[in-house]
């Protein structure tokens, strides 16, 4: 499976487009423009690449949206965890796209 042309963070859907050529030779897998909705990527990498780093980019878009400095160890940090994570258990996947329903989990009702 592709990795889509968007993602839906805290509500909020990003666009997923491909990072400049200039970037890209420059050794740039991601970046995230919070005001713009938009996660830039480096599709030509394996997928696996890709997807640790979307998850990567991802992290910045929330700490951008919780309002704190974007830290680049813990956004690697929790990347690798959850890729690895779900690599590892993907019935972990199944489980939300089987059996959970669509409304995301909202920290503030808990």
């Not at 713009?36 to 700490?63: F, N």
């Not at 993907?90 to 669509?102: F, G, H, I, N």
Request: net charge negative.
């Amino acid at each position: 499976m592709p990795i889509s042309s968007h993602m839906i963070i805290f509500d909020r859907t990003y666009e997923i487009k491909d990072i400049s050529p200039l970037q890209s030779s420059e050794g740039i897998l991601g970046q995230s423009a919070y005001r713009d909705g938009v996660i830039y990527l480096d599709k030509s990498v394996d997928l696996s690449l890709s997807l640790r780093t979307l998850w990567h980019e991802a992290v910045h878009v929330a700490q951008q949206d919780l309002s704190t400095a974007a830290d680049e160890a813990e956004a690697r940090w929790i990347a690798l965890f959850v890729h690895n994570l779900l690599a590892a258990n993907p019935w972990l996947a199944e489980c939300y796209l089987d059996e959970l329903d669509t409304v995301p989990f909202d920290v503030e009702s808990e």
